[in-house]
């Protein structure tokens, strides 16, 4: 099954994770989004803007749902979807899901929600192409691009698999326009509500310094269940986890258990999950462990996926007074956008200036400062050091990328097209500035997601919603 692996535009759950202070079912419907257009903006803009995740999409058995006996099961201001769209996105849900060993909620809990979710997006597409938006060929182009390049293969062989997975290009690129249509939208409506004042920020700084920062590293057994199982098959599959519970808590290689027993995807690293901040792990994962010493475990505890057996592997507790970090020292050139220069425009003279550089024809500085539309075009486009988070994570993203001394592709944001360069890296304890411009950016997260809950919430309470056929 051929997976390709998109950078959402939709914001993040939290500003750690995706499954962060929200329940497992919500986060499968974010992440089985056809979140394809977080890659066509690209657009490294600097300082602050939204945060997005980045998820896999799986498009495999999902392209392949029979159509033949479609209807529709709702409109939304007069625009149909479809059973096969839901079933579509459903698929999705349970194939992220599976993939993370995460819990998958029953059928009958899903389905009403990817319902609702493809209401939403619906509601929210319209109102994007009502807005007076607008998405060139460029920057829809520079999105397959992106896409190709963060899968490490050719436009060409993606459109390849594309076509093996019984997925239209031109389906494909209407979605990637879409996307990047409604998160231009969002950045819009979103970003001005989140308002950071010092006196949250100092909160936030007492309240890590009592609690730290818990990190876990766990392993699994997974014993999956049928959507369908019988009570009695039911207890066969608590049994067989019972019994794997039983044997690790006796001592028995754990790794071995694994490959014995469970059905996860994790199955070939001998369960391990990874270590991670806690509320990257489901709440159910870290009720059940949170009691335990290191290489403890718990279970067989019960989710819609089936039984899990957990080992805890590793368990670290940080603190936020002391953070140590990788920073980049870059620079970049900044073209502006008018209706008379337009991205085409220059993202061709940033390509040319990349051209010139790399054969020693001109200096990036130089360029910079003659050229730059930026603050920085005085300091020879000089950025100074950066810790994780002072740009927005799209531009960290291409910036973290490089290699030293390599020059990105021009990249498209809100405020133009950059070229960027990393000049060097450094590993660096952050200051007591650093360390409030990081909580100033975890709460911004916090705030963007509030506000953009809220937003939606809005959005879709002023969409006319026809109920037809129940989805099946």
Do not use: C
């Amino acid at each position: 099954m051929t997976k390709f692996y998109f950078s959402s535009l939709l914001p993040r759950l939290s500003s750690t994770s995706a499954l962060a202070n929200r329940s497992v079912l919500v986060s499968a419907l974010i992440l089985a989004g056809l979140s394809l257009a977080g890659v066509a903006v690209q657009a490294q803009g600097l300082k602050l803007s939204q945060q997005f995740g980045s998820s896999p999409v799986v498009s495999g058995p999902a392209a392949n749902v029979q159509r033949s006996a479609d209807f529709i099961v709702a409109v939304v201001n007069s625009e149909p979807i479809t059973n096969t769209e839901v079933r579509i996105k459903l698929l999705r849900a349970e194939q992220q899901l599976s993939q993370q060993g995460a819990p998958i909620p029953p059928r009958s809990e899903l389905l009403p929600q990817v319902l609702e979710r493809l209401i939403s997006d619906k509601a929210q597409l319209q109102l994007a192409r009502l807005s007076g938006l607008k998405v060139d060929e460029n920057a829809v182009e520079n999105a397959v691009e992106s896409v190709a390049r963060q899968n490490q293969i050719s436009v060409d062989e993606l459109r390849r698999r594309l076509e093996v997975d019984g997925i239209a290009y031109s389906q494909f690129r209407n979605e990637l326009r879409d996307e990047v249509l409604v998160s231009r939208l969002r950045q819009r409506e979103v970003d001005s509500r989140a308002v950071i004042a010092d006196q949250d920020i100092d909160q936030y700084l007492r309240d890590q310094a009592l609690s730290g920062s818990l990190e876990i590293n766990l392993a699994q057994i997974l014993v999956s269940v049928p959507e369908n199982a019988t009570p009695t098959q039911v207890a066969a599959f608590q049994a067989k986890a019972q019994s794997a519970a039983d044997s690790a808590r006796a001592g028995a290689n754990f790794a071995a258990l694994v490959g014995q027993y469970s059905d996860a995807q994790t199955a070939n690293n001998g369960g391990q999950i990874g270590l991670r901040s806690a509320d990257r792990y489901p709440s159910l994962f870290v009720d059940a462990t949170q009691r335990l010493a290191v290489g403890g475990i718990a279970g067989p505890i019960r989710s819609g996926a089936g039984f899990h057996v957990l080992k805890l592997i590793e368990k670290k507790q940080g603190n936020a007074a002391a953070v140590n970090v990788t920073q980049t020292h870059a620079r970049h050139i900044l073209l502006r956008l008018t209706p008379q220069f337009t991205e085409a425009m220059a993202q061709a003279k940033l390509a040319d200036y990349k051209r010139r550089v790399l054969s020693g024809q001109s200096d990036f500085a130089q360029l910079a400062r003659d050229n730059s539309e930026d603050a920085s075009a005085k300091d020879g486009g000089d950025l100074g050091w950066a810790s994780p988070g002072m740009f927005v994570p799209e531009f960290e993203q291409a910036m973290n990328g490089l290699a030293l001394n390599q020059i990105s592709e021009p990249l498209v944001s809100r405020f133009g097209v950059h070229l960027i360069q990393v000049l060097e890296r450094r590993e660096a304890k952050l200051t007591a500035r650093e360390l409030r411009e990081t909580a100033r950016n975890v709460l911004r997260d916090k705030k963007q997601e509030e506000a953009y809950a809220l937003w939606a919430q809005e959005v879709r309470g002023r969409a006319y919603v026809e109920y037809r056929d129940s989805p099946k």
